[in-house]
């Protein structure tokens, strides 16, 4: 519990309804309404000149919470005056709550899928890439949100690196219209960049640019929106796993230990209380060498089987294994997500991983719960 105290004079009585309409006056800064309006503020006690609430916000990170105690107070004494203490508790909203009440975000999109990796090279990018591709392939409205800030590589694995967003007026505002290849809607940081340029952003000014892409884009109705988030458990996930209304989390890693230490994490993430968010499942990236010339041939480069012992070990289900082949490092080259070819070795591991992806994401809503705590 925080304090934040104003000038404490003799005792005085205030409603509570004048202090509510105080609050009006603070904006839940993710969902761009009111923390009334939204249903967020409690008053929890009021005696004297001390006023206690309780008030819920999306961005669980200590920066976000510290940003919304101070408005609160201010608000109250711009309304009020500074003849109160106000004692402000700010809690971070359920996973429940944020798939309710907090549809709000995003509302025209039926299925929200993070795609994540506990550490960086394990390809997840790709992984989620090719998700996104072989959705729309299938005929779903799709939308690819990468939203690895400091490593963008969707305008390069769809062939749209020359491409910018449109700016249109919706609803009186100016509002950006994703670039769409292979059926997909896309929005990366990388348009925004140049290739050669590093981003260089503190956690807050990164999750800024994320909410604009979030918010501030018309990316219409979607069966699908794929979020391709950055490699580790940083303040931008817990920022993005809070502002967005996700149905499930599919995690990436290879087979060797020092990549699934880190992948047990980021499932530990997505089972956090105040995160609250199902994982599907697990797919395992560069599971063995396959030469092109030796198609039956499988080399075990990472280790053998390790992210299906863990997903075995986590009761989680394994949603596929992915070899290295050449052709599925040309594809991403060129733009051409390697799930689009027909016929081929590389596409049959894809469809494999599709059917199970779409599978248990049926099966989803009939789980008993949330997945059991990574020990």
């Known amino acids: 519990m925080f304090r934040l105290k104003c000038q404490k004079n003799k005792p005085m009585t205030i409603s509570r309804a004048a202090i509510i309409e105080a609050l009006k006056n603070v904006q839940e800064p993710d969902l761009k309404k009111d923390i009334v309006t939204l249903n967020l503020v409690k008053i929890l006690d009021v005696v004297d000149n001390k006023i206690t609430i309780e008030v819920k916000i999306s961005n669980p990170a200590l920066h976000a919470k510290q940003r919304m105690r101070e408005a609160c107070v201010f608000a109250i004494e711009r309304s009020l005056g500074k003849d109160f203490q106000v004692e402000v508790e700010i809690y971070t909203i359920s996973g429940d709550e944020r798939n309710g009440e907090l549809r709000r975000v995003l509302p025209l999109v039926k299925n929200i899928i993070a795609v994540s990796s506990g550490k960086g090279g394990v390809g997840k990018s790709t992984i989620a890439s090719n998700l996104a591709a072989g959705l729309a392939s299938f005929g779903h409205k799709v939308g690819l949100l990468d939203a690895d800030i400091y490593g963008p590589s969707a305008p390069t694995m769809f062939d749209v690196v020359l491409e910018k967003p449109r700016l249109v007026e919706k609803d009186g505002k100016q509002v950006m219209v994703p670039v769409e290849a292979h059926g997909v809607k896309i929005l990366s940081i990388g348009f925004f960049t140049d290739n050669d340029q590093a981003v260089v952003w503190r956690g807050p ?171």
């Open 205 to 375: 000014m990164a999750t800024k640019a994320l909410n604009q892409m979030i918010n501030d884009v018309d990316w219409g109705e979607l069966d699908y929106m794929v979020v391709d988030l950055p490699p580790g458990t940083g303040d931008v996930h817990l920022s993005i796993v809070q502002t967005l209304p996700i149905t499930a989390s599919v995690v990436v890693s290879t087979p060797q230990e020092v990549a699934l230490i880190d992948a047990r994490k980021g499932i530990a993430m997505f089972q956090l209380p105040a995160v609250n968010i199902p994982v599907l499942g697990l797919v395992e990236n560069m599971s063995w060498f396959t030469p092109e010339e030796l198609p039956d041939n499988k080399y075990y480069i990472f280790g053998n089987g390790g992210t299906r012992r863990l997903a075995e070990d986590l009761n989680l289900p394994l949603l596929g294994e992915m070899p290295i082949i050449q052709s599925i490092r040309e594809a991403g080259d060129v733009g051409r997500p390697s799930v689009l070819q027909d016929n081929t070795l590389t596409s049959r591991y894809w469809r494999a991983f599709l059917a199970n992806f779409e599978k248990e994401l049926r099966l989803l809503p009939f789980r008993k719960s949330v997945n059991t705590p990574a020990q």
